[in-house]
């Protein structure tokens, strides 16, 4: 009886874990840009990500680390900026609200809390700070403290 319970508990638990290997999880999220080369700066420079190599060398693509097996593709190609509503952002999170803003303010970057108050900082009822801000093609970014 003990064998068989043992082997139960050992297929159950087996067949758990190969279908939580088979769920999706997130490859990447590609941003259609109009500059690759202000774009990257951007990203680089403002928001902070690690480039990492691209196939396709061909000067129009620009691939980010965002976290493990994870990536940020920018492509170049798009002919002009379009609308994005703030619902819709890339989130990332920092260890400090108050160093990434530093960093924004030395790049000249605007931001806002949720309800768009310039230079503030949204405290969610959870205790996590966040702030927006737009990318060079008006894509919104969500920057919090959630490291939980």
């Known amino acids: 009886m003990k064998k ?5 508990t050992i297929s159950v638990a087996l067949s758990m874990s190969v279908s939580a290997q088979n769920k999706p999880r997130l490859n990447h999220i590609a941003l259609y840009v109009m500059d690759l080369k202000k774009s990257t700066s951007f990203y680089s420079n403002v928001v902070g990500l690690d480039t990492i190599p691209e196939p396709f060398h ?4 620009t691939w980010f680390s965002v976290g493990t097996h994870s990536h940020l593709h920018i492509i170049s190609g798009a002919k002009e900026k379009t ?3 703030k619902n819709t952002h890339l989130c990332f999170s920092v260890l400090s609200i108050n160093e990434f803003i530093a960093n924004l303010k030395k790049h000249g970057v605007e931001y806002e809390n949720w309800a768009g108050e310039k230079n503030a900082v949204t405290n969610r009822v959870d205790g996590v700070k966040q702030l927006y801000f737009k990318d060079p093609d008006g894509y919104w970014i969500e920057i919090n403290d959630d490291n939980k």
């Open 4 to 8: 068989a319970f043992c082997l139960l």
């Open 58 to 61: 061909d000067g129009r693509h």
């Open 83 to 85: 609308p994005h509503d």
